[in-house]
């Protein structure tokens, strides 16, 4: 009777275990709202998740129609995630949730956090592939990166710099957040490797944003009040650019500041196309999208790939701003990457 009573609990627990586990995926499928190409996820080769800091945000609106286009061609099923604004809890959950249900891959881009790291190194010893979108995770066990090389972006930055004041100046620079701590390293390297030559240009102010324009509005404030000496503002995100401009506008310093930007939507090429900003150094986020996509299936199939994918970085200013706008703003068809 004992063995008989313990047999039936196992069986209990057996069927309770398969319950969750369905429902769980039930409901990560459910709660986004996608619309799939098919009501039925068990007819695609796989099931992928891409996680993104905010989905009411262009880039990685663009970027997932790019990788939607990847999976859509591949049989791919893909879910989007991620808050409406940054949210690291949100975060932290659709992450914790895409691995209980056992996803075949994930695609993300998350700011540096400790539980992030551990998250996507248990994603990957349960072997679920993850792919870093954007910001390159520290010391994770992600299988490839596909981004913006910040080093890159730095020296290019810094030539724009050259190119846009001479003389005697006075920089500030707005790094965001969300890079990683090698990133934010490489990024100031590649900006002071550039302009070395240049003895009258100088790293004056670097400060951190919070990652939101809000914040870079306030920090705009607080340099503009108690750093009049700055002559320049660099930004390192299109969230940042957006907020200096707003500021730089409304308190009337546009003829007297030089904003160097990251990142291209339509705000920003208004304010490009008005002098407010001089420029920004800017990818493609549907090629990011594509890419990447592209690299998790080739992981999940067990093909070679390159850990690191390094995108093309474009400096837009006012003399190419229109072709620019069309081919990164506007709806446009992507052009495939070779994902070898």
């Known amino acids: 009777m004992r063995y008989n009573l313990i047999g039936i609990l196992i069986i209990l627990v057996i069927i309770i275990a398969i319950v969750l586990v369905y429902n769980t995926s039930s409901f990560l499928w459910k709660e986004t709202g996608v619309t799939y190409h098919s009501q039925d996820p068990r007819n695609y080769r796989y099931h992928f998740v891409m996680i993104t800091p905010a989905t009411d945000d262009g880039y990685w609106n663009q970027a997932h129609s790019g990788a939607l286009k990847a999976a859509d061609s591949q049989k791919v099923a893909l879910e989007y995630f991620g808050p409406k604004f940054l949210d690291l809890k949100e975060l932290e959950r659709f992450l914790e949730m895409s691995i209980l249900s056992s996803v075949d891959g994930i695609l993300i881009s998350v700011p540096k956090d400790p539980n992030f790291k551990a998250l996507i190194n248990e994603a990957v010893e349960k072997k679920i592939p993850v792919i870093s979108l954007f910001n390159e995770s520290d010391e994770t066990k992600r299988v490839a990166f596909v981004g913006v090389n910040t080093y890159d972006l730095g020296f290019k930055t810094g030539q724009a710099l050259r190119r846009a004041v001479s003389g005697t100046i006075k920089v500030a620079v707005l790094v965001n957040s969300s890079f990683s701590n090698v990133n934010y390293h490489r990024y100031l390297k590649g900006i002071q490797d550039a302009i070395s030559s240049e003895s009258g240009l100088q790293l004056n102010l670097i400060l951190t944003s919070k990652g939101s324009s809000i914040s870079a509005e306030e920090q705009t404030q607080t340099i503009l009040t108690h750093h009049p000496e700055i002559q320049v503002?660099?930004?390192?995100?299109?969230?940042?650019?957006?907020?200096v401009a707003k500021v730089v506008v409304d308190l009337n310093r546009v003829t007297r500041m030089t904003i160097i930007g990251s990142g291209l939507?339509?705000?920003?090429?208004?304010?490009?196309?008005?002098?407010?900003?001089?420029?920004?150094?800017a990818d493609d986020p549907k090629q990011l999208g594509f890419q990447g996509m592209s690299t998790l299936i080739r992981a999940r199939e067990g093909k070679p790939i390159r850990e690191n994918y390094d995108m093309p970085l474009f400096l837009i200013n006012n003399h190419n701003l229109a072709t620019y706008s069309k081919k990164l703003i506007e709806p446009a068809e992507e052009g495939n990457h070779d994902s070898n």
């Open 265 to 281: 939507t339509s705000e920003i090429a208004t304010y490009i196309q008005r002098g407010v900003i001089w420029g920004v150094l």
């Open 233 to 243: 503002i660099i930004c390192s995100s299109a969230s940042d650019t957006l907020g």
